[in-house]
């Protein structure tokens, strides 16, 4: 995303153990946050739906 010029709000925060951040800007300005999961326990995730 870097190479692609997008802007980011400061360091990727990562809480070890739990979860791993980075906040980031779309063209117009809208601040937007990536979240990966470190606990390695997906089964909290909502699952998928079809329509």
Not at 21 to 39: E, I
Request: charged share 20%.
């Amino acid at each position: 995303m870097e190479q692609a010029s997008v802007k980011f709000d400061g360091e990727t925060i990562v809480v070890d153990g739990m979860v791993k951040t980075a906040t980031f800007y779309d063209p117009d300005g809208n601040a937007l946050m990536l979240a990966q999961d470190l606990t390695g326990d997906h089964n909290h995730l909502v699952p998928e739906t079809t329509v």
